[in-house]
C-alpha cells in the first residue's frame, strides 16, 4: 500500500462485511455503510483521509446510460452551481489521482464479491482514462462485464428491474469491446430475465424489448419474434375494455407504441393501422371512465390515433365529443383569485414620471414604458423557473369554448411559448398602471380622438384616417365593443403598411384558385423572420401575445373567427389596442432600440 494511501480499518471492516454478506445489497448500501464509518473516523491522518475517501466515493457515483458532465458514465450524486456562477459536484472526482486508479483496479481484482467486483473494474475502465491521461485496461471492462452479469441473480439483487439493469451493463461493455461472445451471453442472459419476469403476470414487460430494439443489432430473428409475440400479449390484455382488472389505457398505448415503431420499420401498414385502431378505441373508452378535463385529454389522443388509422369518419366524431366535454370541463372549473395590494404613492410616483406637462413626451412615456420588453419577460421566467422548479417542468393547455386553443410545453421545451404566455399574463398585470395613466393625461392635457389618431400616423401607416377617428371615439364614449371591433383592423393594416415600407410584398398566392392573390395577415407578417428583424424583439413579442398567438390573447385571431365574446370586448382589452396606437406613432424609435 501506498505511503500517501491508506485505508483505515474500520473503513475495511466495512467492506469485508460486504464480502460475506448472503444477503443482496446495492452499491448505495455500501455507499451509505461507508460513508457513516468515514464520518466517525477519530482524526484520521491525510493518508487515511484519502484512503477513506476513494473507497466512499467509489460507491457514491452514480453510473447512467449515457454520458454526464464529465464525459463519462459515472457522475456526482448531486450538482449545482455557485453563487459566483462556477459548477459544484457531489462528490467530486477532481481529486481522483493515478494512485487512487491503482487502488481501485487491485480491488476490482481481489474482490470476491460481484458487486464489489463489477462496481471497482467499471469505475477504473470509466473515469481512468479521464484522470490517467491513458487508454482504458480492457481487461477491467472484460471483468466488469462479466461481474455485472454474476451479480444480476437473486441472489446477489433483490430487485428484477436492477438485475436487467445489470445485465445492460454487461451488454454495453461487451458492445463497447466488441466481444462477440460476452455480447451474446448478456444477451441470453437479459431474455432469461424478461421471460422469468413476464411469466410473473407480465412484469417488466418493456425491459428487454425497449433496450435490446435501441440497439442496432441486438436483436436476433428469433429474440425479436418472441418479444414481439410478448408484446401482443401485453396489448390484448390491457388494451381489454370488457375486463375493468387488467384494462390499463397508459400500458396499451405504450405497448403499441413499440409495435408500431417494429411494425413501421418492416413495412407492415396494416398492423400499424389495427395497432392505431387499438390505441383510439383504449383511449375513447378511458376517456369514458373520468370527469371532462381528463376526458378531453384522452379524446384528443384516440381522433389523433382514429386518424392515423385512416378512419376519418371516426375522428370526426371524437371531435364532436371532444367539442362537448371541452365545453364541460370549462363548467366544471373554478375560479382562482388573488388580490395585489398597489400603494397608491407608487401610481402616483409612476404617473409622475409618465404624464408630463407635454402631450408628445406623455405619449412616448405611456407607449414605452408599458411596452413588454422580451430580456425583462425572459429573467421573469427565468426567476420564476428557480422558485418554482417542478410548475416550469409541467406543460399545459388552454381551453376555449369547446377546444383546447394552446398547449404550452415545459418551460426548458418551449421556451418561446412560455414567453408569449407570460408576457400576455403582463398585460393583465400591468393593465392597471395603463387604466391611471390614460385617465391621468385626459386630466392633464383633456386630449381629443384626433390626438391620438394624429399621433399614431406620425409615420404615415394608414391611407385614410375616418375608420381610426370613429373607433377611438368609440372608446372615449365607452363603447368598447365597436372600438374594438374597428380598431384591431387597422392595427393590421397598420402592419401591412411596415411589411411595404420595408420593400416585402404585402400579397400572398390564394391558398385554392390559381392566379389570385390575397392580403398577407398578421400572423404571415409576425411569423416573418424578415419582418421581426425589423421590427426588433421587444415590438415582435408585444404584437404576437397582444394579438396573433394562440399561446397569447390572440385579439386578432379571436376577433377575425367570430370567437370574441362580447364580455371580452371590455375597457381593459381596448385600452392595449389605443396603446397600439401609441406605439405605432414610434415603431421605428421603438424597433431601433429594441435591435441594439
Request: net charge negative; with cysteine.
Amino acid at each position: 500500500m501506498s505511503d500517501t494511501l491508506t485505508i483505515p480499518s474500520p473503513i475495511t471492516s466495512v467492506i469485508e462485511q460486504f464480502e460475506k454478506s448472503v444477503e443482496p445489497f446495492s452499491e448505495m448500501d455500501v455507499s451509505t455503510a461507508l460513508n457513516s464509518a468515514r464520518a466517525k473516523l477519530v482524526d484520521p491522518s491525510p493518508a487515511e483521509n484519502k484512503g477513506a475517501w476513494c473507497e466512499c466515493v467509489a460507491f457514491t457515483l452514480m453510473r447512467t446510460p449515457g454520458k454526464g458532465v464529465w464525459g463519462t458514465h459515472f457522475g456526482p450524486l448531486a450538482s449545482g452551481v455557485m453563487q459566483d456562477g462556477s459548477p459544484f459536484y457531489t462528490p467530486d472526482i477532481e481529486q481522483v489521482d493515478s494512485e487512487i486508479i491503482d487502488h481501485w483496479a487491485d480491488r476490482a481484482i481481489l474482490a470476491k464479491h460481484p458487486v464489489l467486483r463489477a462496481r471497482y473494474a467499471d469505475i477504473v475502465w470509466d473515469i481512468g482514462p479521464l484522470k490517467t491521461g491513458k487508454r482504458g485496461d480492457y481487461k477491467m471492462a472484460q471483468l466488469a462485464a462479466d461481474a455485472y452479469l454474476a451479480a444480476a441473480i437473486e441472489e446477489y439483487i433483490s430487485e428484477p428491474i436492477y438485475r436487467f439493469q445489470y445485465a445492460f451493463n454487461s451488454f454495453d461493455l461487451a458492445t463497447s469491446l466488441s466481444d462477440e461472445a460476452r455480447i451474446d451471453k448478456a444477451r441470453d442472459h437479459i431474455m432469461a430475465l424478461h421471460r422469468a419476469s413476464f411469466a410473473n403476470e407480465m412484469k417488466l414487460w418493456w425491459m428487454a424489448y425497449q433496450f435490446l430494439s435501441a440497439r442496432r443489432g441486438a436483436l436476433t430473428d428469433k429474440e425479436r419474434d418472441e418479444l414481439t409475440k410478448d408484446l401482443e400479449a401485453v396489448l390484448a390484455r390491457a388494451a381489454d375494455i370488457g375486463n375493468a382488472q387488467t384494462f390499463d389505457v397508459h400500458t396499451a398505448k405504450n405497448a403499441a407504441g413499440h409495435l408500431i415503431k417494429l411494425f413501421t420499420r418492416s413495412g407492415n401498414a396494416a398492423d400499424v393501422q389495427r395497432l392505431y385502431l387499438t390505441i383510439a378505441k383504449t383511449t375513447e373508452h378511458h376517456a369514458g371512465l373520468g370527469k371532462a378535463m381528463l376526458a378531453s385529454v384522452f379524446l384528443q389522443e384516440s381522433l389523433d390515433a382514429y386518424r392515423r388509422a385512416g378512419l376519418k369518419d371516426e375522428a370526426e366524431r371524437i371531435r364532436i365529443l371532444m367539442q362537448d366535454k371541452i365545453a364541460e370541463a370549462r363548467r366544471e372549473m373554478t375560479s382562482i383569485t388573488t388580490k395585489t395590494r398597489i400603494p397608491k404613492e407608487d401610481i402616483d410616483s409612476f404617473l409622475e414620471q409618465v404624464v408630463t406637462d407635454d402631450l408628445g413626451t406623455t405619449f412616448v412615456s405611456i407607449a414605452t414604458q408599458l411596452l413588454p420588453r422580451r430580456n425583462e419577460v425572459e429573467e421573469q421566467i427565468e426567476q420564476l423557473t428557480k422558485a418554482a422548479p417542478l410548475m416550469a417542468s409541467i406543460g399545459n393547455s388552454i381551453l376555449a369554448d369547446n377546444r383546447v386553443s394552446a398547449r404550452i410545453g415545459p418551460a426548458e421545451d418551449d421556451p418561446f411559448g412560455r414567453l408569449v404566455n407570460q408576457a400576455s399574463t403582463d398585460f393583465g398585470l400591468s393593465a392597471v398602471w395603463l387604466h391611471n395613466a390614460f385617465v391621468r393625461a385626459f386630466e392633464k392635457h383633456t386630449f381629443t380622438p384626433e390626438h391620438i389618431v394624429a399621433w399614431a400616423n406620425r409615420h404615415q401607416l394608414f391611407d385614410e384616417l375616418t375608420l381610426l377617428i370613429e373607433g377611438v371615439t368609440a372608446w372615449t364614449d365607452g363603447d368598447q365593443v365597436k372600438a374594438l371591433h374597428v380598431l384591431v383592423p387597422q392595427v393590421e393594416h397598420a402592419l401591412r403598411k411596415i411589411v411595404g415600407d420595408l420593400d416585402k410584398p404585402t400579397t400572398k398566392a390564394h391558398p385554392t384558385i390559381p392566379g389570385v392573390s390575397v392580403a398577407i395577415n398578421m400572423g404571415d407578417i409576425l411569423y416573418s423572420k424578415e419582418i421581426t428583424e425589423a421590427l426588433g424583439p421587444d415590438l415582435t413579442l408585444y404584437f404576437l401575445a397582444l394579438y396573433a398567438d394562440h399561446r397569447g390573447l390572440n385579439i386578432r385571431n379571436e376577433l377575425a373567427h367570430g370567437l370574441l365574446k362580447a364580455s371580452q370586448a371590455n375597457t381593459g382589452i381596448v385600452m392595449w389596442v389605443i396603446h397600439t396606437l401609441l406605439v405605432l406613432g414610434i415603431w421605428k424609435e421603438l424597433a431601433a432600440a429594441g435591435r441594439k
